[in-house]
T-cell receptor, first 114, second 113 residues
């Protein structure tokens, strides 16, 4: 399967703990995006990478959130000191700038903060 | 700031009906529009992408149209089937080249046998 993959698919944690999610984009895609989706809403943009450079962060991304994309391949999203309001589906997408920038999404990581 | 609205929020139809989902956006300076399908608890599946220079795009029983000047897109589903039951989302990129997407809230479609 050459689609976008995310790990883990589900994460349950206690308030105050740190969590890290991983996203592996489609191999030739140079752009990678993180979105967050809460129940009944459309996804909201969090951050974007072109190759290894993080080019934009949403105001939704507080200083407890950090994302990296070393070597322009996979990406990680870390949430420190989790809060109950962080409970959501975290979605990763990738695209290739020279092919209409169509975004392809992974299956998501469902985070539940108790 | 781009805002995307989808109407209706929910739709329930009997199998076999043709149906139309609507999407409107406030900033017409877009270079494409994507329609996605999302099954409960799953990620998004890209259905169709329409470039700003196109007016229509078709894939199987799906047809999407785009009217940039009026800020509207429609997704037409022909001969609906129970397997079409899902949430349908439209999204437009921001006014820059990298295309972070702004999504509508989605239309929840239920097709009953």
């Amino acid at each position: 399967d050459t689609g976008v993959s995310q790990d883990p698919r589900h994460k349950i944690t206690k308030r105050g703990q740190n969590v890290t999610f991983r996203c592996d984009p489609i191999s030739e895609h140079n752009r990678l995006y993180w979105y967050r989706q809460t129940l009944g809403q459309g996804p909201e943009f969090l951050t974007y990478f072109q190759n290894e450079a993080q080019l934009e962060k949403s105001r939704l991304l507080s200083d407890r959130f950090s994302a990296e994309r070393p070597k322009g391949s996979f990406s990680t999203l870390e949430i420190q000191r989790t809060e109950q309001g962080d409970s959501a589906m975290y979605l990763c997408a990738s695209s290739y700038e020279l092919t209409r920038n169509e975004q392809f999404f992974g299956p998501g990581t469902r985070l539940t903060v108790l | 700031k781009q805002e995307v609205t989808q109407i209706p929020a929910a739709l329930s139809v009997p199998e076999g009906e043709n149906l139309v989902l609507n999407c409107s956006f406030t900033d017409s300076a877009i270079y494409n529009l994507q329609w996605f399908r999302q099954d409960p608890g799953k990620g998004l599946t890209s259905l169709l992408l329409i470039q700003s220079s196109q007016r229509e795009q078709t894939s199987g029983r799906l047809n999407a149209s785009l009217d940039k000047s009026s800020g509207r897109s429609t997704l037409y589903i022909a001969a609906s089937q129970p397997g079409d039951s899902a949430t349908y989302l439209c999204a437009v990129p921001g006014g820059t080249s990298y295309g972070k997407l702004t999504f509508g809230q989605g239309t929840i479609l239920t097709v009953h046998p």
